[in-house]
Structures are given as C-alpha cells and as structure tokens.
Nanobody, 127 residues
C-alpha cells in the first residue's frame, strides 16, 4: 500500500513553467517506478512520464519530450515533474502513480502498470 500526494499545480500562461511534486509514503519498498499521467475534460487518462526508482530507466510521451523533465529524490520518496514551455493543450489534471512491476524498456508505460494513484492536481495553461 502506497500513498501518493501531488502538489504544485496552478494557472500559468502559455510558455510558462510549473513544477509538480509527488510525495510517497506507506509501503514504498516494493515500488519499482513512479510516473505521471494526465486527463483533460472529455478525454482518457494518458501517460506523460515515468522514472525507475533505481537505475536509469526513464520514459516520456512524445507530446512532452524536450519540454518536461521527470526526476526523483529517493531519500525523500519524492518524484518531480518540471514542465517548461507549457501549451494550452497541456491543460489537464495531473496524476502521480506508483508501479510495483518493472517497466519494459522501449515500451510506453500504461495505466495498468501502476497500482497506486494520487488524487491529482490541476494544471491550467491559458493562451
């Protein structure tokens, strides 16, 4: 059982930046990776980025690669999502997630890979 709490969302203008954070607690020993998904109104929840808790595995959706950076601080059980050059299309509720399984190299992570989810934080980008 892993508890996840997101923070850092807000309202920004296009081209601006935000940094999201996700703090994990509870039974984190079995966590293999943590990631971020987002869901816009009327759309399905989509993968954004993920990072292995150990090692160097990292994953990005094509739509955010080069603009977003995921990072972690293991000692703080925290993962971050630095979002730069934000676009109105990035507007969504962003969810932190934890996976117990090892993510596959070269395979985009899916919702089913993650067993624990945070409550979400709203990101709104105005034009």
């Amino acid at each position: 059982q892993v508890q996840l709490v997101e923070s850092g969302g807000g309202l920004v203008q296009a081209g601006g930046s935000l940094r999201l954070s996700c703090a994990a607690s509870g039974r984190t020993f079995s966590t293999s990776a943590m990631g971020w998904f987002r869901q816009a109104p009327g759309k399905e929840r989509q993968f954004v980025a993920a990072i292995a808790w150990s090692g160097i595995g990292i994953y990005y959706a094509d739509s955010v690669k080069g603009r977003f950076t995921i990072s972690r601080v293991n000692a703080k059980n925290t993962v971050y999502l630095q979002m730069n050059s934000l676009k109105p299309e990035d507007t969504a509720v962003y969810y932190c997630a934890a996976a117990a399984i090892k993510l596959r190299v070269g395979v985009t992570p899916a919702k089913g890979d993650f067993g624990s989810w945070g409550q979400g934080t709203q990101v709104t980008v105005s034009s």
